[in-house]
């Protein structure tokens, strides 16, 4: 089974990766956040993770406002450094571990912690800046990630309370996943900062330091605190904070510290801290994932689960696409050549040339772009419908209480 190996804490401004880039580690003033990620960097060599399950905060850089969520799990097989308005940074795109994070997912929604899911989204410096701190950049990562990226800009956010809750569930959800895997948890962001308004500048080293005791000592207390208190204490954006409690609701009760560091060179301190349980990770019983036990046997019946979603999403998406009627007008003038600039592969373009619409479910499609397809190419939901079931439109009808035709174009 899978198991936490232990816990980094650490800062994730972009400070960090404009350190790391420009190579400034004889820098006097720069030396310090190069020293604050040493013994991280050994701890991970050491204790050799296969996993990081990062758990950050995109800064509107790949999450905006036409969708905002709470806890957005990271399904892709690959994540690229985002740009954030000056040019991607010069890394490699680190390996996502999908099969764990589609684990963890299933889990947790059984636990009932309703989780959205993203792909195809590259990672700005909340998750690069800290990673890119530990390994030689000449290195390829030596692990995978699964993302967790918490959205605490837009209010209403998480609370404190339920931060700490998903951490425990997360605790159980690695434990339950059967593969052999070490996994480290890390969280970024904090401490206290304000970037916006008048009080712009805040810091509150007193508290900092406070809340890193309390989160190794009692992690409990820190679960009551209010946004708004978080904020007085740590500044605005400082309350971000909060992800920190989802690594230490992973965590045992009890932790022995190996590391950790504390520098405040301009906006937010640099912290890092290290962390393994005291008493080693318990059993904690097998998975939850009943949801879905017998839907297998249903005939005909195709779950349309994370593993369905990774494998049609390029032929899902061409089909989504079609919603735009710049889309809608290649596809009508030249289909083979609108699906090779989409890179469906042959299998793909066949099951679209020869409108195979059971083949397409079968293959990972979901019905609900079939029906786009279908108002493009002119036939009704009740066609396809029909095609689906192996019976004529007429045969299909009969079974209806009246013979209607319908589809979702005007
Ligand atoms: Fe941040």
Sequence with gaps: MARIIGAIATSHTPTIGFARDRNLSNDPVWRPIFEAYEPVRQWLDDRKPDVLLT???DHVTSFFFDHYSAFALGVDQTYQPADEGGGARDIRPLSGHAPLARGLATHLMAEEFDLSFFRDKPLDHGCFSPLSMLIDSSRDWPWKIVPLQVGVLQFPIPTAQRCYRLGQALRRAIA???EDL??????TGGLSHQVHGERCGFNNTTWDLEFMRLLETDPESLTHLTHAQYAERGGMEGSEVIMWLIMRGAMGERLNRLHRSYYLPSMTAIATAVW????PHEHLGNGVDEQLAGAESLPGTYPYTLERSA???RLNRFLHDLVHSEQRDRFRADESAAMIAADLDATEQDLVKRRDWRGLIQYGAIFFVLEKLAAVVGVSNLHVYAAMR?????AFQQTRNAAIQYGVSR
């Design 276 to 279: 393994e349980d005291a008493v």
């Design 176 to 178: 339950a996943y059967p």
């Design 182 to 187: 070490k996994v480290a948890i890390v969280a």
């Design 55 to 57: 758990i950050y905060n």
């Design 311 to 313: 494998k049609g999403y």
């Design 390 to 394: 192996g019976e004529s439109l007429e």
